[in-house]
Structures are given as C-alpha cells and as structure tokens.
C-alpha cells in the first residue's frame, strides 16, 4: 500500500481515504465474504471495517503495518456480523447458462458444494483463520497477530478446521440410513 496515500489520510485528507478505500475495498470485501459466507454480510462488515479504518486511521502507528490493521479491523467486524446472524439463510445467484453441463463439470459442481457446506459448519473464528493462512497465503505468525491470538491457538483453530472440514466431507459421502434400506 502506497504509504504516501496512508499518511495523506492520517491527516484527514478525504480524497486520499476514498482512494485508499478504493484499492482495499474489493480485496476485504473478498475476504469477508470468504469469512461470513453471505455477500449481504460480507457488505455490512466490509462496510463497518471502513468505517472504523477511517476513524481509527490517525491512531495507526506504522503506515506499513496498515494492511494487517486493516485486516484485524476487517475480521472483527465480520465477527460482530456473525453474532448479529447467527442463522442461515440462501444466498443464491442464479446465473445464465451458456452451454451444457458436462458430467466433469457437473462433478466439480457437487465438489464446490461439499465444500462449501463443510465451510458453512465451521465457526466464524475457524473461517477466519483458513481464509486468511489459505486464501490471503499469510504466516501462522501474522495471521495470530492480525487475529490478536497466540500463534498456538492459530495452529489449533487451523487444525480444528481442517478436522471439521474433513470429517464434514467425509459424512456427505456416507449413505444415509434411507440410501443404506434400499
């Protein structure tokens, strides 16, 4: 992040904040919506991050550290969305469909389901840290500092995670007691 740009806003400078929200918005946008699983959640705590980065942003010490500081900011907000909704709901997009279905991308379609209900059985705190160790590629150790946990307890909510995501998988292709009947 241009730090230039981040010192600007620091100062109050609006045109340097909207563009500073500009370039992260869609990036934690992304991640939130990794995190909560709902694009209308994942709005609200986008949202609520920016807010709070552009409150907070004079307080921010070292303009080099702003993305894990927004980050934190980012995943607390998605943490306040979850407690506020704690149930499901569908969130469907349909999209036109251009030509066919193959049975392979049919396949990969039942795949991305299985794993998407498998990531919906996991906890906001779980979520988390797969999204920002797998999808933002960052370090057990900054991961634990943008959560504000021990990095031991990162290694534990990443273990727990895989554990639950594999055992929800697994029990998706067990035959339910109807399948097993017949």
């Known amino acids: 992040m241009d730090a230039e740009l981040i010192g600007r806003a620091q100062h109050g400078d609006e045109e340097a904040f909207a563009s500073l929200a500009v370039a992260v918005g869609d990036r934690l946008?992304?991640?939130?919506?990794?995190i909560l699983r709902d694009i209308n959640l994942a709005e609200n705590a986008t949202q609520q991050a920016l807010l709070t980065i552009w409150?907070?942003?004079p307080q921010l010490r070292d303009p080099a550290r702003f993305d894990a500081w927004s980050y934190r900011l980012l995943v607390r907000a998605c943490f306040a969305e979850g407690r506020r909704t704690r149930r499901w709901a569908p969130n469907l997009l349909l999209l036109p469909v251009d030509h066919p279905v193959d049975a392979e991308g049919l396949?990969?379609?039942?795949?991305r389901d299985q794993l998407e209900r498998g990531f919906r059985r996991l906890s906001i705190d779980h979520r988390a840290v797969v999204v920002l160790h797998h999808y933002l590629d960052m370090p057990l150790d900054e991961v634990a500092e943008t959560l504000g946990v021990p990095v031991g307890t990162v290694r534990s909510r990443l273990h727990h995670a895989m554990r639950g995501l594999r055992a929800a998988l697994e029990a998706d292709l067990r035959p339910t007691a109807l399948e097993a009947t017949r």
Do not use: I, P
């Open 29 to 34: 946008h992304a991640v939130a919506h990794r």
């Open 55 to 57: 409150r907070d942003l």
């Open 107 to 111: 396949s990969s379609v039942v795949d």
